[in-house]
């Protein structure tokens, strides 16, 4: 495959840099894609990659490369989401219903199974932010380059996202006396 920059010449150097950050970045990315709640992590992954290689030409700093294709992941999960939302909407109710992935079943025989759960229960822009802050250890910078939104909103949905996660599991742990 040939890439071209933004002159028209040919930017192997591209290639090299997007193979580079997917052979050090496809499984935290495949696993946000994960938490996130994407019914193919892998899919997802592998979209933001093949994305980010037609749009490095592009990109002002290969440094955002990362934040790039992290914001990538988090739209396309999201668009999917809405998606599926959508065919189960108008799909009758006698279909079986989405098998989960592997990574999904993996995941939800870990330990932290209860954790999981009382995340999927967040609404999706809190469940992204926590994801983002925890999962992946990025700033509130970072965080908001990613979604899209202020310093300050990332602070307030991880704010509320680890209030309701808390309740959830005092809830649970109640539950489970």
Known sequence: MRILGETGVEAPDAQAAVAGLFAARYPELVRLAGLLGA???EDIAQEAFARLLRSYG???DADAALACVRA???NLTRNRRRHLRVIR???PAE???DVASSEQAVLLREEQREVLAALAALPPRRREAIVLRYWLDL???EIAAV???SAG???SQVSRGLAALGKTMEQALEEGR
């Open 147 to 149: 979604m899209g939104i």
């Open 95 to 97: 279909h079986p219903a």
């Open 139 to 141: 700033s509130e910078a």
């Open 39 to 41: 019914d193919d992590p």
């Open 89 to 91: 909407l108008r799909t």
């Open 58 to 60: 592009s990109l002002r």
């Open 153 to 155: 909103t990332v602070k």
């Open 72 to 74: 990538t992941v988090c």
